[in-house]
């Protein structure tokens, strides 16, 4: 079957004109050469870009073939719409080749809107007559023909949303850890409010208002954007990098230099659209930023301990601050290393700040920590050979002046200055560290006290004070050294030192080494006693130490058990005494009885039965001075092997 009189021989306006079809029945008739001709004349003015009125004979000879389809299905002739088809297959191509022709202007919009915008809406009215031919059909016939509805506009929606997507966002290769991302973050700011300008000012005037063409476009950045972000942050970033999307995702995008651009408000909202990062997202980067900076962190103050642990053991003393207290630059260098941190974070958000304070609160406690074992391991390395460090002590009140320096300092990291508290855990861990360095000086005075302590109590002693001089001479030494450390801890340094001379003089007291043969000879001991005791009061006062807060009365109180004339009172003195001093035992009372030497046994019975039927409770703030002094136990007789007792 063909057609004849389709198609008349000639042209007007550059599209072939076709009358109104007739009668299907006149119309089958084999005249395929004119519809031929008609395909190939199209096919030309596609070629010359002649695109409306290539469209106007493609939507001729559409009409025509559909119209004739439409008669033969009302009259149930199906079979004749093969050969019908077959003698319109070139519209196929036709289609084809102007939808292509379509999506390569669509694809070009943003650079023909401002080169050749006649173009672009020409792309526009042809999309928009397929649209109403493709509305008028879905509404009013019955029947429906091949290739409809065609969906250009839905189509134009997403070629130039594929362009936009495809122009930015398709996997790129780049060193997420270099200045790499952040020169194409860079581009993508300087590129989405360059485009969407063109959008807003010069492509709205080429498509229908309905269209929404610019908030179409803001949506399509804004989605490619999020997914964009979610494929970078999936790779294993550093600190920079993270930091970067954080601050361009909360900051930038939102800010004057991109989305908010006055050249693109009022029109331009992206408030409504959501964040580019969600919530769960932003705390996944949030806690990943905080890992990687944890790590710089810990690495810098690694290396920081290792330089300070060096310069222990320099052959000069430490730095002074002007006040002549001895210090270093590790309490600045760490505060400054956290505090940057902290502020770099109170960029993004408050969140991100609060994480990264949480974060350097612990490394700064683990930190004292890894101090804390470095002046342990200075101390045994002193031990064997005191000449080494030359400085110890030196450095050990620096040490000191620095933990006072990072305690006052910790407060002032808190982004509320409202709640300023150090935690608990971290200002046990800077006691720790004081504790410690207080301990290591301790243990040093006691090392010079030792070889006098061991000298008493003697007659040689008796008959002289040359060995309580000395003592005092060597804690005037140290107390010289304890002045280039600041208030607090010289106080505290200075009220242990006491105790531990009351302590160590107790202690050689207690050693059994001397009993008094004579009344003269107590005589001579309770003198000495005072002397010594007075002295060495008058020698804490001096520098500082109140009375009130000596234990060198424990000395005085000692005393008054030796000069006791009448032994049948000292259970009397004794309850007094063990009243003052609760953590006295029966083996502290006995040593000292030994010690005046004419204590019967029934008295010494009758004193420690009063001391079972007393005992004594420790009160709540009670500086313990008896309980670290140990008795040497008492002489076992002498037994022969396999024999019993003499």
């Given amino acids: 079957m063909g057609f004849r009189g389709v198609l008349p021989p000639r042209e007007t306006g550059g599209a072939r004109a076709v009358p109104e079809p007739r009668d299907a029945e006149e119309q089958l008739h084999p005249v395929p050469a ?26 001729m000879m559409e009409h025509l073939r559909d119209d004739i389809l439409s008669q033969l299905h009302l009259r149930g002739l199906s079979s004749a719409q093969a050969t019908v088809l077959s003698y319109f297959g070139g519209l196929r191509e036709l289609n084809e080749s102007l939808a292509k022709q379509l999506w390569d202007i669509v694809g070009s919009s943003l650079r023909l809107v401002r080169e050749d915008p006649v173009l672009f809406v020409t792309a526009v009215r042809i999309i928009e007559r397929e649209e ?7 509404l009013e016939a019955t029947f429906l023909p091949p290739g409809r509805p065609k969906g250009w506009r839905q189509k134009f929606y997403h070629v130039l949303q594929e362009t936009i997507t495809g122009a930015h966002f398709h996997a790129v290769c780049m060193d997420t850890e270099g200045p790499e991302l952040a020169r194409h973050l860079a581009a993508l700011q300087k590129d989405i409010v360059s485009e969407l300008r063109v959008v807003k000012d010069l492509m709205v005037q080429c498509v229908p208002a309905h269209y929404n063409i610019l908030s179409v476009c803001t949506v399509t950045y804004h989605q490619a954007l999020t ?28 800010s004057p230099e991109m989305m908010g651009h006055p050249d693109l408000l009022p029109e331009v909202d992206v408030s409504a659209l959501g964040p580019l990062m969600s919530p769960e997202l932003v705390d996944q980067t949030e806690r990943k930023y905080v890992v990687k900076v944890k790590a710089s962190v810990l690495e810098w103050m690694q290396r920081t301990l ?12 430490p730095e002074t601050d002007h006040q002549g207290f001895f210090q ?36 700064l406690e683990a930190f004292l920590g890894r101090l804390r074992e470095a002046l342990v391991q200075c101390g045994k390395e002193h031990q064997k050979d005191r000449t080494i460090p030359k400085y110890y002590v030196s450095y050990l009140l620096a040490m000191l002046n620095n933990n006072l320096a990072l305690s006052s300092s910790v407060s002032f990291l808190h982004p509320d200055t409202a709640r300023r508290e150090v935690p608990m855990s971290l200002q046990a861990a800077l006691d720790r560290m004081q504790k410690k360095a207080c301990q290591l000086l301790l243990e040093e005075l006691l090392l010079d006290l030792q070889p006098l302590c061991l000298q008493l109590p003697s007659r040689k002693w008796l008959s002289g004070s040359q060995l309580v001089s000395s003592m005092c001479e060597v804690i005037d030494k140290y107390a010289k050294n304890f002045s280039r450390v600041r208030k607090p801890v010289f106080m505290l340094l200075l009220t242990e030192s006491e105790l531990l001379v009351t302590s160590q003089y107790l202690r050689a007291l207690m050693q059994k080494k001397m009993v008094c043969k004579s009344k003269e000879e107590r005589g001579q001991l309770c003198d000495r006693l005072l002397q010594d005791a007075t002295q060495l009061r008058e020698l804490f006062c001096g520098l500082g130490l109140d009375q009130s807060q000596q234990s060198l009365e424990a000395v005085f109180a000692l005393r008054e058990l030796i000069c006791l004339k009448d032994p049948a009172l000292l259970s009397l003195e004794v309850l007094g005494f063990i009243t003052k001093y609760p953590d006295v035992s029966d083996e502290h009372i006995s040593t000292l009885l030994d010690l005046r030497g004419d204590v019967s046994k029934e008295v010494r019975h009758m004193v420690l039965e009063m001391m079972a039927q007393h005992p004594q409770v420790l009160p709540e703030r009670y500086r313990p001075i008896f309980s670290t002094i140990l008795v040497p136990a008492p002489e076992l007789p002498f037994c022969l092997r396999k024999g019993k007792c003499a």
């Fill in 34 to 59: 004119e519809v031929h001709e008609v395909f190939s004349h199209t096919l030309q003015l596609l070629s010359g870009q002649q695109l409306l009125e290539a469209h106007a004979e493609l939507m």
């Fill in 132 to 138: 109403k031919i493709d509305d008028t059909l879905l």
């Fill in 227 to 254: 997914s964009h972000l979610q494929d970078i942050l999936r790779e294993d970033l550093d600190k920079q990098a993270l930091f970067l999307l954080l601050e361009w995702a909360l900051r930038v995008y939102h």
């Fill in 306 to 317: 290792e330089v300070e642990f060096k310069e222990w053991f320099r052959e000069e003393e």
């Fill in 328 to 363: 270093s630059a590790l309490p600045v260098i760490v505060m400054q290393m956290l505090n940057e941190n902290i502020r770099v974070a109170s960029l993004i958000t408050d969140s991100l700040q609060q994480k990264v304070y949480n974060m350097a609160l612990e490394e």
